[in-house]
C-alpha cells in the first residue's frame, strides 16, 4: 500500500482552497483521506500589521507530518514544496539547480587538486 501526502481540493470557483491529506495513492483526489495534516490557501492575504505584506496562509500539524514521512508517505510535488516552506523538508531542485550545482561542485574539487 503506497501511501502519499497530497492537496485535495475544496472552495469554489476562482477561490481555491486545499487540505494537505494523507490517502492511498491510488485513490481519487477528493476521495475520503486517512487523515487531514492541515491546509493551504494559495490566495495572498494582506498581512495584519498593515505594512502591505501579502502571504499565503500554511497551516500544518508538523508532529503528524513528521510521523507519516517517517513511516514512508511520499509527498507529491505540491506538497513536497509546502514542506519545504514550513521546514520538514528539503527543497526539490530543478534539473538545471542540480548541473549547476554539479558543474560548481567538479570546479571546487579541481581547485582543491
Not at 3 to 19: D, E, M, Q, S, T
Not at 31 to 50: R, Y
Not at 61 to 77: F, I, M, N, T
Amino acid at each position: 500500500m503506497v501511501v502519499r501526502i497530497r492537496l485535495a481540493r475544496f472552495g469554489k470557483r476562482n477561490n481555491p482552497f486545499y487540505n494537505i491529506v494523507v490517502a492511498q495513492a491510488r485513490t481519487a483526489r477528493n476521495s475520503k483521506p486517512m487523515e487531514v495534516l492541515g491546509t493551504f490557501d494559495p490566495i495572498p492575504k494582506e498581512s495584519k500589521d498593515g505594512e502591505g505584506r501579502k502571504f499565503k496562509d500554511i497551516k500544518l500539524d508538523v508532529s503528524r507530518a513528521k510521523y507519516w514521512l517517517g513511516v514512508g508517505a511520499q509527498p507529491s510535488e505540491p506538497a513536497w514544496k509546502l514542506l519545504s516552506m514550513v521546514g520538514i523538508m528539503e527543497p526539490r531542485f530543478s534539473k538545471l539547480q542540480a548541473r549547476d550545482a554539479a558543474a560548481k561542485a567538479d570546479e571546487e574539487l579541481k581547485r582543491d587538486d
